[in-house]
């Protein structure tokens, strides 16, 4: 079709390739779509219509005539949509009814889907006292899902120590052995050089008053009492902690744990239980094979940077370490199992429905299991300082 500038004047029929508009009364725009309207084929611009909604007589109301289309696909769709968003900014009703029904039904469906949350970002800074209350608000309710969370949690764990609970004893085989033998060489790894750097550090100070010995006393006491533990807790938030909340969030994406909680199965016994369950079990392991990494990186700098006796320094370590002080680091280690568990269920069951969500679950779990372990050796550091162990 021959390509014609368009005419304004109000009344006459105004052409450009397959379009036609009218004006059969005062404040209607009648276009008329004619022939193949696909995308392998060239298509006119919306930008055709606007310019007739705009520099002519006032519009009121637009509408269709398809009695001439002969086919079309997504970019009749796409050129309607462009109207339609136009005439909505300019308070134009848009009349649809002389479109064929599959049209109207896709402009429909495209107009239903909602806008995806913070996918469009205004930066306009909020008024100081409005992001205190938000932030308070975001808190609180943080605070009461937490809540629920451990509520639950602690109900799950009764009814496994009364044999009720629901779960799989694969899943949790399974699990001890992800949380336990396949931690052990990430956990050497940091153990032993934790130890030499205690060692190191411990031996430069010492050997300027000749007590080089005391070496043995530095890096087992601080291994088995609470480095062992706090490292092996930061090791299994980073590496198991995060672990559980990217699979927990990606099911919770899936719509897994919907589909569960439908069949009546309940996602903290199946789900979350055996975790936790997992991690307060092999925990303690794991701090004392830390333990004896620690001691073995301290025996390595004791014995080729101060030339120490191997039996001498064994004997010290002995010495100095109790059953008081191992049992203290074995506590730590339970209770930071149990807060990289739950820091990591929690996130998980907390995640969105979007991919970013799986990522942010993730870093959260990390970041929470971290500040609750540096906040639960505080308090267990000085509880038993009061008591005096």
């Known amino acids: 079709m021959k390509n014609l ?23 209607v725009l009648l276009v008329r779509l004619k022939g193949i309207w696909k995308i392998v084929h060239p298509l006119p611009s919306a930008d055709v219509v606007e310019r007739q909604l705009t520099t002519g007589p006032h519009v009121e109301q637009v509408s269709f005539d398809t009695s001439e289309l002969t ?14 968003e136009f005439c909505s900014q ?9 479109l064929p029904e599959g049209v109207r039904r896709l402009l429909r469906l495209a107009s239903a889907v909602p806008e995806m949350k ?71 790894l940091i153990s032993l050089l934790v130890g030499l750097i205690l060692a190191f550090v411990g031996a430069i100070q010492l050997k300027m008053f000749g007590a080089q010995i005391f070496v043995a006393d530095v890096v087992g006491i601080g291994m088995v009492r609470v480095m062992g533990a706090i490292m092996t807790g930061i090791i299994m938030a980073g590496r ?3 672990a ?18 439908t ?15 997992a991690l307060i079990i092999m925990m303690p392991l794991l701090c004392l094979y830390a333990d004896l990494m620690g001691i073995l990186g301290g025996l390595i700098v004791g014995l080729g940077m101060l030339n120490l006796n191997l039996i001498e320094y064994l004997n010290r370590t002995r010495e100095a370490i109790n059953l008081t002080t191992v049992g203290i680091g074995v506590f730590h280690s339970a209770v930071f199992g149990v807060l990289v568990a739950l820091s990591g269920c929690l996130r998980g069951m907390q995640c ?38």
């Open 118 to 188: 913070g996918a469009c970002k205004v930066s306009v800074r909020e008024p100081f006292l409005e992001r205190v209350g938000s932030r308070v608000i975001d808190f609180n309710q943080s605070a009461e899902e937490m809540l629920d969370f451990l509520g639950e949690a602690s109900m799950a764990f009764m009814k496994f120590l009364t044999g009720k609970a629901t779960f799989r004893r694969s899943d949790l085989t399974l699990l001890l052995q992800e949380c336990g033998a396949q931690a052990l060489p990430i956990v050497s």
């Open 263 to 277: 069949m009546g199965i309940s996602p903290m016994e199946f789900l979350v239980l055996p975790r936790m369950i």
């Open 240 to 242: 198991t902690g995060a």
């Open 71 to 84: 086919d079309w696909d997504s970019g009749l769709l796409t050129f309607l949509m462009k109207i339609k």
């Open 5 to 27: 500038k368009p005419e304004t004047i109000n009344g006459r029929k105004i052409i450009e390739n397959n379009l036609d508009f009218n004006r059969p009364y005062d404040g």
């Open 352 to 389: 969105g429905r979007s991919a970013s969500a799986v990522g942010y679950a993730a870093t959260s779990a990390v970041v929470t299991s971290i500040v609750s372990i540096i906040v639960a050796t505080a308090i267990i550091t000085y509880i038993c300082q009061v008591l005096g162990i």
């Open 244 to 261: 559980f909340a990217a699979q927990l969030g990606t099911m919770q994406v899936n719509e897994e744990i919907d589909a569960l909680k």
């Open 90 to 98: 300019n308070k134009i009703r848009l009349e649809t009814n002389g």
